[in-house]
Structure formats: structure tokens, C-alpha cells
């Protein structure tokens, strides 16, 4: 069940850095006048904080210092999509 929990964590990690990827790549496209790929890029991001935050509310869920880097690091992502929009 550990390595279960173990594994688990690791995707969500990945797929919280997939989406920050999504955000900064995000800015380069509307560097580059390119309004609809910075759109839908958020959109991806913002699909998948929501998936994260869905799968962190399942059981089995995490606790301490797990949930609170899940925690943080959706709070970053969240906030670099916010800061992204404003663009």
C-alpha cells in the first residue's frame, strides 16, 4: 500500500510540473501573438490542477508533509495561471 501511495504522489507531481509547463509556455506563446494557443495551454493547465485536486480527494488521501507539498504546489499553479490570464 505504501509504494502504492508512493507512486501515486509521483504522478500528481508530475502532472502539476506537466501543467506549469503548460503556464510558461503559455507566455511564450502570446510573446509571440499567439492567442489561441495561450488559451487553450491554460485551459490544459487548468484541467489539470482540477484532475490533481479530484485525485487528492479520493482515498486513499494523504497526509502530512505529502499533502502539504500537493497542497503547495497546486497553490503555485494555481496562482501562475491567475498571473498568466492577466497577461
Do not use: N, W, Y
Request: proline share 2%; aromatic share 4%.
Amino acid at each position: 500500500m505504501q509504494e502504492l501511495a508512493k507512486t501515486r504522489f509521483e504522478f500528481l507531481i508530475a502532472d502539476l510540473d506537466l501543467a506549469m509547463t503548460f503556464v510558461d509556455i503559455s507566455r511564450t506563446e502570446l510573446k509571440m501573438s499567439d492567442i489561441e494557443s495561450h488559451r487553450r495551454l491554460l485551459d490544459k493547465a487548468r484541467i489539470a490542477l482540477e484532475t490533481v485536486r479530484r485525485l487528492m480527494s479520493q482515498p486513499p488521501q494523504f497526509a502530512g508533509e505529502r499533502q502539504k507539498i500537493l497542497d503547495q504546489r497546486c497553490a503555485e499553479l494555481e496562482s501562475a495561471i491567475k498571473a498568466a490570464t492577466q497577461l
